[in-house]
């Protein structure tokens, strides 16, 4: 089974940028469908966005133009950027793997993906 850490992150003001990474190791990426969710304290986990097999990028309302996924299949390894960061994007980011082929709508759902990393906490505050 595929194991996930992600890294990356850490704390910056309003409006600067963060990169996350989340290296896969007991699999290849390229087996699996990737999401991005996170968790701020006291609210249920939210979709970031997620990079499908083959399909591009599909990301949340909420980040959709200032966060990018990519895949880097020889590093074994998905990134998400993180640009114009606001206070609300404040959270413990996961990257998770599904092994189905996901349709748009379903991406968006915890349940849809077998493996999760451990988080990695992004925090916007001046």
């Known amino acids: 089974q595929v194991q996930l850490v992600e890294s990356g992150g850490g704390s910056v003001q309003p409006g600067g940028s963060l990169s996350v990474s989340c290296a896969a190791s007991?699999?290849?990426?390229?087996?699996?469908?990737m999401g991005w969710f996170r968790q701020a304290p006291g609210k249920e986990r939210e979709f970031v966005g997620a990079?499908?097999?083959?399909?591009?990028?599909n990301y949340a309302s909420s980040v959709r133009g200032r966060f990018t996924i990519s895949r880097n299949n020889v590093e074994n390894t998905v990134y998400l950027q993180m640009n114009s960061l606001k206070p609300e994007d404040t959270a413990v980011y996961f990257c998770?793997?599904?092994?189905?082929?996901?349709?748009?709508?379903?991406?968006?759902?915890?349940?849809?993906?077998?493996?999760w990393g451990q988080g990695t906490q992004v925090t916007v505050s001046s």
């Open positions: 998770a793997a599904s092994t189905f082929n996901l349709i748009t709508s379903s991406t968006a759902r915890p349940d849809q993906y077998r493996y």
């Open positions: 007991g699999g290849t990426i390229n087996n699996y469908d």
């Open positions: 990079s499908r097999r083959g399909r591009t990028a």
